[in-house]
């Protein structure tokens, strides 16, 4: 049976990170890979994290299974955090959650959720998207759109192309959205945007499908979340994604959460029970360290003010190595315009090389980006980024 299958090609990423631990280069810079560095190049385990990990252990007595829906503490405790405690919703008992492994069986969950409800949907993603969520959508059997979101040459979003398109889907489509910290291009939707999308949704009975890996890293943990929390005061249903694996910094450990947001708790009832089925038609139970973890954390008054300051800290540094990236690159190269890049928020931007020179600048200077030319701002430090800023000149010149 076997003998069949061909071999498939390496994942990009995956086959970025091979080719850059292999490189003998000591001036080898690694911008590929979309993790949180610190200014050593280490992906840190925060204190808040070891803190709370350690009190989950001495307190935990059996690690036997935990519900379908997994732990439900963790479950409210990211509601609060994600929707703000005082939102509209939770009086009007209109959001279940489930945890998932990771942001994307988070993404995954949901995608199957609309298949259920509606077989014949499409979900449409921007251009450019995450390369990941179009095997996590089409993976379910839903049909793949796109919708025009970024500009290239501005560095910015193309806010009436997007409105325009948007306009033009037949009712009751999914339209993915990224919360902040948009992955590849780091170009984020201000809030008055987010309010003008808002009777577009309405008008086009569309359901906003908004992932939110980042949450804390682009502006605040607060206003990142702005237009998930206009999104579910003003529309009917939403459904909402989200990853611990940048802001708590528990890659490995694989935790997510979905909220589905209903206009009437009975109906979130039933989505709920449609997704347990799932999960335990998939994987049956959830793993419940990491989420153990981020309870501990954001039930703990003093853990949680400890994980804000550090978060800040991750988000000050990402926001800092923009701004003297945009220096760097003003001096290497005057002739091209990069402040496009300081505007931005979050890890990533998209540095506006074309595949040939991707590939000279990681072969004749040993930097290492995806195709498109994404590079993830906090693999950037102070002894390289002006190396880096000059590898750039050296394509471009």
Same mark, same amino acid.
């Given at each position: 049976?076997?003998?069949?299958?061909?071999?498939?090609?390496?994942?990009?990423?995956?086959?970025?990170?091979?080719?850059?631990?292999?490189?003998?280069?000591?001036?080898?810079?690694?911008?590929?890979?979309?993790?949180?560095?610190?200014?050593?190049?280490?992906?840190?385990?925060?204190?808040?994290?070891?803190?709370?990990?350690?009190?989950?252990?001495?307190?935990?007595?059996?690690?036997?299974?935990?519900?379908?829906?997994?732990?439900?503490?963790?479950?409210?405790?990211?509601?609060?955090?994600?929707?703000?405690?005082?939102?509209?919703?939770?009086?009007?008992?209109?959001?279940?959650?489930?945890?998932?492994?990771?942001?994307?069986?988070?993404?995954?969950?949901?995608?199957?959720?609309?298949?259920?409800?509606?077989?014949?949907?499409?979900?449409?993603?921007?251009?450019?998207?995450?390369?990941?969520?179009?095997?996590?959508?089409?993976?379910?059997?839903?049909?793949?759109?796109?919708?025009? $979101?970024?500009? &290239?040459?501005?560095?910015?979003?193309?806010?009436?192309?997007?409105?325009?398109?948007? =306009? @033009? #889907?037949? /009712? !009751?489509?999914?339209?993915?959205?990224?919360?902040?910290?948009?992955?590849?291009?780091?170009?984020?939707?201000?809030?008055?945007?987010?309010?003008?999308?808002?009777?577009?949704?309405?008008?086009?009975?569309?359901?906003?499908?908004?992932?939110?890996?980042?949450?804390?890293?682009?502006?605040?943990?607060?206003?990142?979340?702005?237009?998930?929390?206009?999104?579910?005061?003003?529309?009917?249903?939403?459904?909402?994604?989200?990853?611990?694996?940048?802001?708590?910094?528990?890659?490995?450990?694989?935790?997510?959460?979905?909220?589905?947001?209903?206009?009437?708790?009975?109906?979130?009832?039933?989505?709920?029970?449609?997704?347990?089925?799932?999960?335990?038609?998939? $994987?049956?139970? &959830?793993?419940?360290?990491?989420?153990?973890?981020?309870?501990?954390?954001?039930?703990? =008054? @003093? #853990?949680? /003010? !400890?994980?804000?300051?550090?978060?800040?800290?991750?988000?000050?540094?990402?926001?800092?190595?923009?701004?003297?990236?945009?220096?760097?690159?003003?001096?290497?190269?005057?002739?091209?315009?990069?402040?496009?890049?300081?505007?931005?928020?979050?890890?990533?931007?998209?540095?506006?090389?074309?595949?040939?020179?991707?590939?000279?600048?990681?072969?004749?200077?040993?930097?290492?980006?995806?195709?498109?030319?994404?590079?993830?701002?906090?693999?950037?430090?102070?002894?390289?980024?002006?190396?880096?800023?000059?590898?750039?000149?050296?394509?471009?010149?």
């Amino acid at each position: 049976m076997f003998e069949r299958l061909e071999r498939v090609p390496d994942d990009p990423i995956l086959g970025l990170m091979a080719a850059f631990r292999a490189d003998p280069d000591p001036k080898k810079v690694d911008l590929g890979v979309g993790v949180f560095r610190d200014a050593k190049g280490d992906t840190p385990v925060l204190d808040s994290v070891r803190t709370a990990e350690k009190a989950v252990l001495e307190r935990q007595t059996s690690k036997t299974y935990v519900a379908p829906a997994g732990n439900a503490a963790f479950n409210a405790a990211m509601e609060k955090l994600v929707f703000g405690a005082a939102h509209p919703v939770f009086t009007a008992e209109r959001v279940r959650s489930i945890q998932g492994p990771g942001g994307c069986g988070a993404l995954r969950l949901g995608a199957e959720l609309v298949r259920l409800a509606s077989p014949q949907a499409t979900v449409h993603v921007s251009t450019p998207t995450w390369a990941n969520h179009v095997p996590l959508m089409t993976g379910t059997g839903l049909k793949l759109g796109r919708y025009p $979101y970024y500009e &290239p040459a501005k560095g910015a979003i193309n806010f009436g192309a997007m409105c325009h398109a948007l =306009e @033009a #889907l037949p /009712a !009751g489509e999914v339209v993915l959205l990224h919360a902040s910290c948009h992955n590849p291009t780091g170009a984020d939707l201000s809030r008055e945007q987010w309010q003008e999308l808002v009777p577009i949704f309405r008008r086009r009975n569309l359901l906003p499908y908004i992932d939110m890996a980042y949450q804390g890293l682009g502006t605040g943990q607060d206003e990142d979340a702005f237009g998930i929390r206009l999104f579910a005061a003003e529309l009917p249903e939403v459904l909402v994604a989200v990853s611990c694996s940048k802001n708590f910094g528990l890659y490995r450990e694989r935790v997510g959460v979905l909220h589905v947001v209903t206009e009437k708790p009975a109906v979130g009832i039933a989505a709920l029970s449609h997704e347990v089925r799932v999960a335990r038609s998939i $994987y049956s139970m &959830p793993p419940d360290h990491g989420a153990a973890i981020v309870n501990e954390i954001l039930g703990n =008054e @003093a #853990l949680r /003010a !400890g994980w804000t300051r550090e978060l800040a800290v991750m988000r000050e540094r990402i926001n800092g190595l923009r701004r003297q990236l945009v220096a760097q690159l003003r001096e290497a190269f005057p002739a091209r315009d990069f402040g496009f890049i300081a505007k931005q928020q979050g890890m990533f931007s998209l540095l506006g090389l074309d595949v040939e020179q991707v590939k000279r600048i990681r072969a004749e200077r040993h930097v290492y980006m995806t195709d498109d030319s994404r590079i993830n701002i906090a693999g950037l430090r102070e002894d390289n980024i002006e190396y880096f800023a000059r590898s750039v000149a050296h394509v471009l010149g």
